[in-house]
């Protein structure tokens, strides 16, 4: 194969983030093992056989020269763009960052229990933690969430994909980005929801450079774990890292290692999209 078993399984995570699967999805597709899979993004299984990459690829509807393929030169333009304060990555937060969803989903809960609105936001905040960091699984949630409001089920994930509202002006800017710098997000989420509005088009299709899945990574914002593994992905150094999110406590944490910073104010949008592009002009 023409490329190191790093770059391969760094290869193999982007096609599956970009196909909007998780590991556990892909590995039911392709008839491989959990283990086996995730040794292979990380490296750690030097020379996978080729069989086990035709299988991947034929799962992610791929061809093998297209999902082991070289970088586009497409891409190879977009690495070397950085703005004028160094910046040639951007991470995009998703909730309240891409899309509203909270307010909605807590009072369509609250009206189809019948319990109160500040029951369900409690209920809610008192396990979120736990899922996003994969801690618990979303059905245990959708267990432990019930048990708490008095019903007998709960399914979270879809109250959550209903009420999904995208924040326009963001999607738009993130497009924008794309073309020009590498892009990835990084969001403290449920396992399966990014991936899900990935596929529903509640998130824009595009070829994201990393995926930070909090349920993947077992960290969440703004836990130190969580911006190590995205800069290693990001495949540049601190300086060169912008990440705009709605939460100070995650951009303060992101700022303390050094990267770029930027506050996205979700009651002013096109205020908060109009300081971005400034910020992310490039370097002429």
Known sequence: MAMDERGLGKQLQKARQNAGLTQQQLCHKANLSFSTLTKIERGAIKSPSIFT?????????LSLDELIGHVTSGDQKRI?????????FVYFDVNGCLIYFYQRAFDKLALDTGARLDTVESAFWHYNDQVCRGEISISD???KLANRLGVDKVNWQDYYLQTVEPINEMQELLAWTSER?????MT????GLLSAMRRNKQLPNI???AVIDSSEVAAIKPEAKIYEIAKERAGVSPSEILLIDDDRVNLMAAERLGWHVLWFDDSHP???VERARAALEPIS
């Open 53 to 61: 990459i035709q299988s991947i690829a034929g799962a992610l509807n």
């Open 80 to 88: 070397l763009n950085k703005t004028k304060t160094g910046v040639s």
């Open 141 to 143: 949630f959708n267990a």
């Open 181 to 185: 710098y590498k892009v990835g997000l």
């Open 188 to 191: 403290n989420i449920f396992p």
């Open 207 to 209: 070829a994201y450079d």
């Open 270 to 272: 096109k205020a908060s």
